[in-house]
Nanobody
Framework: APLVESGGGLVQPGGSLRLSCAASGFPFSRYVMSWYCQAPGKERELVASISTGGGSTNYADSMKGRFTISRDDAKNMVYLQMDNLKPEDTAVYYC???????????WGQGTQVTVSS
C-alpha cells in the first residue's frame, strides 16, 4: 500500500498521541501530504496539510494550537502530533498524498483515535 498509518489508540482527554504515515512507491517529496479525520456519521474532513518541502502548513480551526503536522522526506514519513486531545477528536485518521499534475491521490487505510476517560 502506498500509505500506511500507525500510532492510533485510546487516550484520556488532555493526553497526546503521535500518528505516523509511511509512504512508498511514489516520489514522496513531490507530494502535498495531509491528515484527515472521519467521525462516525460524519464526512471526512481536513485536519492538517503540509506543502512539499514542509515550508507551509495548514490546520483546521478546531486543531490549531493542539496539532502539529511534519514530514521527513528522507524517511518518506509524515507525522501528526496531537496534544491536549478532546473527546470530539475521536475519529479514524487518514493520511493523504496529493500530486497536482497529473493529478494523483493516495489514501491510507486509516488509524482509529479514541479519546475517552
Amino acid at each position: 500500500a502506498p500509505l500506511v498509518e500507525s500510532g492510533g489508540g485510546l487516550v484520556q482527554p488532555g493526553g497526546s498521541l503521535r500518528l505516523s504515515c509511511a509512504a512508498s512507491g511514489f516520489p514522496f517529496s513531490r507530494y502535498v501530504m495531509s491528515w484527515y479525520c472521519q467521525a462516525p456519521g460524519k464526512e471526512r474532513e481536513l485536519v492538517a496539510s503540509i506543502s512539499t518541502g514542509g515550508g507551509s502548513t495548514n490546520y483546521a480551526d478546531s486543531m490549531k494550537g493542539r496539532f502539529t503536522i511534519s514530514r521527513d522526506d528522507a524517511k518518506n514519513m509524515v507525522y501528526l502530533q496531537m496534544d491536549n486531545l478532546k473527546p470530539e477528536d475521536t475519529a479514524v485518521y487518514y493520511c493523504k498524498a496529493e500530486f497536482s499534475w497529473p493529478r494523483r491521490i493516495y489514501w491510507g487505510q486509516g488509524t482509529q483515535v479514541t479519546v475517552s476517560s
